[in-house]
């Protein structure tokens, strides 16, 4: 990591003065942008959280929403009993401990089935703290702190920053390497000499400590929480569709998804046309960008150089490399031809 | 004691009931439609407007319009979005993530669409709603039409699966589309047939339990998630372990929350899910 940065000073630089930017923004602007940038940051978090994990491995978990819920409701109830600081690291540890028995128990699934397994799995936790919450007359926990909305931004974006940091260093390790091996094909890997189930476990866990904490956080700024509060599964499937858009093959690829979902989301807040938007995202991913949008980003920066943009400038036309993906006037129109050849087919049929 | 197992049995038909059309189409297909419980409200929206309409149709005529409409789009469903998808992946693995999202994808925008169109508004209409008495427990008509309705179509799909010509293509697709093809099978079609014919199944099942449940725009969802836990308790492919499979959770279900506490009933149902799929991830009905 040092060694990278002694050899990229001026990218370093820059990203020290964008962090520095950050951290001052809440004296500089709105509440209501310091409001934007705590659900963005979050969002960043879960996202690049899930993509450390499912990313790589192409373990595709809608648990999010059930270890974000563990974190908040760790929070609730130990917040009256520790100080802050370690009521939020005993949240995260909740998170990491939950996300080790479930690893440890279901990682021999694949496929679908490990998507619907997390996806119970959450429904599961949530009807059990629900009936508990009932049984034991809590149903809604209130939180008393004095966290401020900047102590609140200001943890968050360190979180924010750890995790991406943290995902790029673990992914240049052996356990990174690893993780792509086991997505690559898990059998392979296995013979290799990876022990798969010890990596698998390991890093599911500590992305759902980050999940948990991020959730512990968040709670801080709610009066209230209850069950369905802490284990509403669009938080899943938010998390796994900015993680999905940005491109989960790279560490800063999440959070180019989850800002502008986060920016749409606040346009249509409360409006039906979110779920629509949200769906139309989904499909795209699927049969636009298979990679999400970092794999474009990275080819239109390595095809930026001086002598191109002159050469731009001068013709009017877009450089080498910089198209959706080579050359796609021709591609859109052999995708159109392709479309009305199989319309013709269905006549056929 | 005997009330609460036949509803366990009521409530468990409409589990399987529900669940025929996706383990249809997930067993020949190979394509995890989660957009399925989307047809089901609308063949429940369509006879909620047959009932509600001026000239106040018995809703079971709904299912000349339902069925054929939610046959063609299921179709074409199949025809455009999925077969470059199919075409596309190189093992069933990859298929499955790619098919996840675009059918959660097409899920989405079916229900903002429906939000749209139809409202949040919880829908409801009153079918046959008298009591019958069943061996000494009395039973709702119209639970009992839908348990009847699953006996009837399961029964209707096994004989087809098992003694026509057609259902002998899906058979072999379902147990190996490449061996399939080898042996002259048009895979393609049959699987855009079988889809197709799921989606049709939905939208009937969409019907029935509309005579007794209330419904929205938004309870697609929830639809899905209990089709898709009988099916994987089921084993895919399976049609009449998928009945057994509806009446077991049903029973199980009524039974615990009998038995323990009526708060329950919900975890009982994902704790059962989750330890079948823990414990035999293939399925209970499925050949080892």
């Known amino acids: ?349 | 004691m005997f009330e609460v197992l036949l509803g366990g049995l009521i409530l468990g038909g409409m589990y399987g009931l529900i669940a025929l059309g996706l383990n249809l189409q997930y067993g020949v297909s190979r394509i995890l439609n989660l957009a399925y419980g989307e047809f089901l409200i609308g063949g429940a929206f369509i006879a909620f407007f047959a009932v509600m309409s001026r000239w106040q149709l018995n809703p079971l005529l709904s299912l000349f319009a339902s069925v054929p409409i939610a046959f063609v789009l299921n179709w074409l469903i199949y025809r455009l979005l999925m077969v470059p998808l199919v075409r596309r992946a190189p093992d069933q693995d990859a298929l499955d993530a790619d098919v996840v999202l675009a059918t959660f994808g097409l899920f989405f925008v079916l229900q903002g669409l429906a939000l749209v169109n139809w409202s949040g508004d919880l829908r409801g209409y009153s079918f046959l709603a008298e009591g019958r008495n069943v061996f000494g427990a009395v039973v709702a008509l119209n639970r009992l039409l839908a348990f009847l309705g699953a006996c009837v179509l399961a029964l209707a799909l096994f004989l087809i699966l098992r003694h026509t010509r057609v259902g002998a293509a899906l058979r072999a697709i379902t147990i190996d589309p490449v061996a399939a093809e080898l042996m002259g099978v048009d895979v393609r079609k049959f699987s855009a047939i079988a889809f197709a014919a799921g989606g049709a199944l939905a939208a009937t099942a969409g019907m029935l339990v509309s005579t007794f449940n209330s419904f929205s725009a938004t309870s697609g969802g929830d639809y899905t998630l209990k089709a898709l836990i009988v099916v994987i308790m089921a084993g895919v492919g399976r049609v009449t372990g998928t009945l057994a499979a509806g009446l077991l959770l049903g029973v199980v279900e009524q039974m615990g929350g009998y038995l323990l506490d009526p708060g329950l009933t919900l975890a009982i149902n994902f704790g059962l899910f989750t330890l079948i799929l823990l414990l035999r991830p293939t399925g209970l009905f499925t050949r080892a």
């Not at chain 1, 890093?203 to 991020?214: E, K, N, P, Q, T």
């Not at chain 1, 512990?216 to 938010?238: C, G, H, K, M, R």
């Not at chain 1, 400038?313 to 009305?340: C, F, H, I, S, Y």
Request: aromatic fraction near 12%.
């Open chain 1, 1 to 349: 990591m040092l060694e990278w940065a002694r050899k990229n000073p001026s990218i370093c630089t820059l990203l020290a003065l964008g962090v520095l930017v950050l951290a001052l923004l809440p004296q500089l602007v709105s509440s209501y942008v310091v409001q934007l940038c705590i659900s963005i940051y979050a969002n960043v978090a879960l996202a690049t959280a899930w993509a450390f994990f499912s990313g790589a491995t192409r373990y595709i978990s809608l648990a999010t929403a059930a270890f974000f819920g563990v974190g908040i409701y760790a929070l609730a109830i130990l917040h009256a009993y520790l100080p802050l600081p370690l009521a939020l690291a005993a949240s995260a540890l909740a998170g990491f401990l939950v996300a080790l028995l479930v690893g440890l128990s279901t990682l021999r699934l694949r496929g679908v089935y490990f998507v619907v397994f997390t996806f119970g799995l959450t429904e599961l936790i949530h009807q059990v703290v629900n009936w508990s919450a009932i049984k034991s007359r809590t149903v809604t926990r209130y939180i008393f702190t004095d966290a401020s909305r900047v102590e609140i931004y200001e943890t968050l974006l360190g979180i924010t920053l750890f995790t991406i940091a943290a995902s790029w260093y673990v992914s240049r390790t052996r356990h990174g390497y690893a993780l792509r091996a086991i997505g690559e094909d898990e059998t392979v890997a296995r013979h290799t000499g990876i022990d798969t189930t010890r990596v698998k476990v390991l890093c599911f866990a500590a992305s759902a400590a980050v999940m948990a904490l991020v959730g512990a956080v968040l709670t801080l700024q709610y009066p209230y929480v209850d069950a369905s509060i802490a284990f509403n599964n669009t938080w899943s499937f938010e998390v796994l569709i900015a993680a999905l858009l940005g491109g989960p093959g790279r560490p800063w690829g999440p959070a180019v998804g989850a800002i502008p979902l986060v920016l749409l989301k606040d346009q249509l807040v409360g409006s039906l046309y979110f779920t629509i938007a949200l769906g139309l995202c989904f499909v795209a991913v699927v049969y636009v960008l298979p990679g999400g949008v970092a794999p474009l980003i990275e080819r239109w920066y390595g095809a930026f150089d001086a002598a191109a943009l002159r050469h731009a400038l001068r013709t009017g036309r877009l450089p080498e490399g910089w198209g959706v993906g080579g050359d796609w006037p021709r591609r859109l129109k052999l995708g159109v031809k392709a479309g009305l050849a199989r319309l013709n087919g269905l006549w056929r049929l």
